[in-house]
């Protein structure tokens, strides 16, 4: 059992993330992990955190279980998009991509799924026929 609020362990592993201190922010969050392993907000931290440290075996597990908890989790498809691209795995990163703005069409992940793949999606002021 954690003896750490949980609430306070994801701000801290957050800030740590956001430090660019992944390795302490594993570390902080492990034991909530240990005691709580499917925390949607721990295993995004850890995923993030994995990421940042190339660990894309172990950050892409993290993303995955969070897809597992919530198939709508449009972060976890854009994250798991993230890890394939880093990984040069072009086609799961367009198909995790294209799951990410379907579910939530934020710029973000669109003009991630842009750059990879112009012809994903349609150009803005006109219909996409497939043959630009």
Do not use: K, W
């Not at 449009?74 to 394939?84: I, K, P, S």
């Amino acid at each position: 059992m954690t003896t750490a609020n949980p609430v306070e362990i994801l701000r801290r592993a957050d800030q740590l993330v956001a430090a660019r201190r992944p390795a302490e922010a594993l570390d902080t969050l492990a034991p909530l992990l240990s005691d709580e392993p499917d925390t949607r907000s721990a295993l995004e931290l850890a995923g993030r955190a994995y990421f940042a440290r190339a660990q894309l075996d172990r950050a892409e597990r993290s993303f995955s279980r969070l897809v597992e908890l919530d198939p709508t989790d449009a972060y976890a498809r854009f994250a798991l998009g993230r890890v394939a691209e880093r990984r040069s795995q072009m086609t799961e990163a367009v198909s995790h991509y294209r799951v990410a703005v379907a579910l939530d069409p934020r710029p973000e992940y669109t003009d991630r799924l842009r750059s990879i793949a112009p012809a994903a999606l349609p150009h803005e002021g006109g219909t996409h026929t497939g043959r630009e």
